[in-house]
């Protein structure tokens, strides 16, 4: 399949509020409320012929820039600002291919943002998520899936500047080897204030939506096989929490696996090792020790690609995420002792893709499997945004991922019941009906993909911007 080249000619930015069902702690922050960011762009191909695309990604305040000086808002306004830089330079750069639109603007892009003192993280927001929506258009114009064109390549990546580590890559060869999934196992996460079991809950806080509240809960629901959990950077609290945890696991997911996100929470690469050797002294987590599948960036991003992870890397795998700002990120970790990186769609897909063949090259050089990537969550919600990261994931052959909007918010909470059900009826495989409203179907732990192979970038439908509110000019930069 030949890349098209297309012309941005529009881009519509909406968004819309939404309330978390749980308080959700990781960080530095616990998340109660938060606002889903909505784009429609306009392409116009070769032939003149337009089509419309769309992508949906949550305006996180601090995990893209924790700086507490900022207010919630105010990181609101820097993602705003950060899709205003991208639109305006891939609307000026004329016709290319969806790839080229990415890789030709990605310098002016972080250094345009750097001026208005933009973090990387925040800088790669913009594009993430119009790279996304632009894609979506090609794709319905040609009538693929998400799957199907990228391993045709219909994208057009090849050999760039930008990621010159990759030069001579055969990228048609790469992207027509991926298999996609059609099932994936969803990873619980459990936040740091999250109940373990009905005792942690105080009476009368209940939220009795028919939802699962408890780590128990959850085991009995979903019946998950993978787990994230969170910990704080006080090795203390951390292994006490880990133990109250491993109760309910060992007793209601024998033979589980999990992964332990540190969210940056210890000052350095010795504070994290504490954890881990603390973890190997206590009897209560032998099983949940060897369940342990890598450890998520626990060292603060100031220091985590300085930082020497070797030592605790020689007890388990440790993969770089708050850290991975720029597109190169993955090669200072890996020389720091990182072997894993996290894909997130609101890092970019493209992002994920070359990282996933950085990984492939270096196994096949060191002939063996020691660099990997992972799929995390920053809270998706239902609807396009959950269902474009899972195609993401599903492309990349990951076995799990991490799943938590599913559970923090009550399904299409905060849409019209309308758009929820258009949903439902074209994904019928991914949500299940309630009386609530359609929901995320978890069946003993598994996702069902098969309904993401349509056209367009995971959604057979698109969400209702009607219902939404134009997105605001960005406050940004503040004086």
């Given at each position: 399949?030949?890349?098209?080249?297309?012309?941005?000619?529009?881009v519509?930015?909406?968004e819309w509020?939404?309330?978390?069902?749980?308080?959700?702690?990781?960080?530095?922050?616990?998340?109660?409320?938060?606002?889903?960011?909505?784009l429609?762009?306009r392409?116009r191909?070769?032939?003149?012929?337009?089509a419309?695309?769309?992508?949906?990604e949550?305006?996180?305040?601090?995990?893209?820039?924790?700086?507490?000086t900022?207010?919630?808002?105010?990181?609101?306004?820097?993602?705003?600002?950060?899709?205003?830089i991208?639109?305006?330079?891939?609307?000026?750069?004329?016709?290319?291919?969806?790839?080229?639109?990415?890789?030709?603007?990605?310098?002016?892009?972080?250094?345009?943002?750097?001026?208005?003192?933009?973090?990387?993280?925040?800088?790669?927001?913009?594009?993430?998520?119009?790279?996304?929506?632009?894609?979506?258009a090609v794709?319905?114009?040609?009538?693929?899936?998400?799957?199907?064109?990228?391993?045709?390549?219909?994208?057009?990546?090849?050999?760039?500047?930008?990621?010159?580590?990759?030069?001579?890559?055969?990228?048609?060869?790469?992207?027509?080897?991926?298999?996609?999934?059609?099932?994936?196992?969803?990873?619980?996460?459990?936040?740091?204030?999250?109940?373990?079991?009905?005792?942690?809950?105080?009476?009368?806080?209940?939220?009795?939506?028919?939802?699962?509240?408890?780590?128990?809960?959850?085991?009995?629901?979903?019946?998950?096989?993978?787990?994230?959990?969170?910990?704080?950077?006080?090795?203390?609290?951390?292994?006490?929490?880990?133990?109250?945890?491993?109760?309910v696991?060992?007793?209601?997911?024998?033979?589980?696996?999990v992964?332990?996100?540190?969210?940056?929470?210890?000052?350095?690469a010795?504070?994290?090792?504490?954890?881990?050797?603390?973890i190997?002294a206590?009897?209560?987590?032998?099983?949940?020790?060897?369940?342990v599948?890598?450890?998520?960036?626990?060292?603060?991003?100031?220091?985590?690609?300085?930082?020497?992870?070797a030592?605790?890397?020689?007890?388990?795998?440790?993969?770089?995420?708050?850290?991975?700002?720029?597109?190169?990120?993955?090669?200072?970790?890996?020389?720091?002792?990182?072997?894993?990186?996290?894909?997130?769609?609101?890092?970019?897909?493209?992002?994920?893709?070359?990282?996933?063949?950085?990984?492939?090259?270096?196994?096949?050089?060191e002939?063996g499997?020691?660099?990997?990537?992972?799929?995390?969550?920053?809270?998706?919600?239902?609807g396009?945004?959950?269902?474009?990261?899972?195609?993401?994931?599903?492309?990349?052959?990951?076995?799990?991922?991490?799943r938590?909007?599913?559970?923090?918010v009550?399904?299409?909470?905060?849409?019209?019941?309308?758009?929820?059900?258009?949903?439902?009826?074209?994904?019928?495989?991914?949500?299940?009906?309630?009386?609530?409203?359609?929901?995320?179907?978890?069946?003993?732990g598994?996702?069902?993909?098969?309904?993401?192979d349509?056209?367009?970038?995971?959604?057979?439908?698109?969400?209702?911007?009607?219902a939404?509110?134009?997105?605001?000019?960005?406050?940004?930069?503040?004086?």
């Amino acid at each position: 399949m030949t890349a098209p080249r297309i012309t941005l000619e529009e881009v519509q930015a909406f968004e819309w509020p939404f309330r978390l069902r749980l308080p959700f702690r990781f960080g530095v922050i616990t998340v109660t409320h938060g606002r889903q960011a909505v784009l429609r762009a306009r392409i116009r191909l070769e032939n003149g012929r337009t089509a419309e695309g769309m992508a949906a990604e949550t305006l996180a305040a601090k995990w893209f820039d924790k700086d507490p000086t900022l207010t919630d808002e105010q990181n609101e306004h820097q993602l705003r600002r950060a899709i205003e830089i991208a639109r305006d330079i891939y609307r000026a750069a004329g016709p290319e291919t969806p790839f080229g639109l990415f890789a030709n603007g990605y310098a002016e892009v972080m250094a345009r943002a750097a001026t208005e003192r933009l973090p990387p993280l925040v800088a790669g927001f913009g594009p993430a998520l119009l790279d996304r929506a632009i894609l979506d258009a090609v794709l319905r114009a040609q009538g693929v899936s998400f799957a199907t064109g990228m391993r045709a390549n219909v994208a057009g990546m090849a050999p760039h500047p930008v990621i010159a580590d990759l030069a001579g890559f055969d990228w048609d060869r790469f992207l027509a080897s991926l298999a996609p999934r059609r099932r994936i196992a969803a990873r619980h996460t459990v936040g740091l204030v999250d109940p373990i079991t009905a005792a942690d809950q105080a009476p009368g806080s209940r939220v009795e939506d028919g939802l699962p509240e408890t780590l128990e809960e959850v085991c009995m629901t979903y019946r998950h096989t993978f787990f994230k959990l969170k910990v704080g950077g006080d090795v203390a609290a951390d292994l006490d929490r880990l133990c109250r945890i491993a109760a309910v696991l060992d007793r209601l997911a024998p033979g589980c696996r999990v992964t332990l996100d540190g969210n940056e929470q210890y000052a350095d690469a010795e504070g994290a090792l504490a954890l881990w050797r603390a973890i190997e002294a206590e009897p209560r987590l032998a099983t949940l020790r060897d369940s342990v599948l890598f450890i998520e960036q626990p060292v603060r991003r100031a220091a985590a690609l300085a930082a020497d992870m070797a030592p605790l890397a020689a007890h388990r795998a440790v993969i770089v995420d708050e850290s991975d700002g720029t597109l190169d990120a993955f090669l200072a970790a890996r020389q720091r002792g990182y072997s894993g990186v996290s894909s997130k769609a609101c890092k970019g897909f493209y992002k994920s893709l070359i990282n996933l063949a950085r990984c492939r090259s270096w196994n096949e050089a060191e002939g063996g499997l020691r660099y990997f990537m992972s799929g995390e969550d920053l809270t998706t919600l239902a609807g396009l945004c959950v269902q474009q990261d899972l195609a993401l994931v599903a492309l990349l052959g990951l076995e799990h991922v991490e799943r938590n909007g599913h559970h923090f918010v009550d399904g299409f909470s905060g849409r019209p019941r309308a758009e929820a059900d258009r949903f439902l009826a074209a994904h019928p495989g991914l949500y299940r009906a309630t009386e609530r409203g359609p929901r995320l179907a978890i069946a003993d732990g598994m996702l069902d993909l098969a309904s993401l192979d349509c056209a367009g970038f995971g959604a057979a439908v698109m969400p209702d911007t009607a219902a939404m509110e134009p997105m605001p000019k960005a406050a940004w930069p503040i004086s």
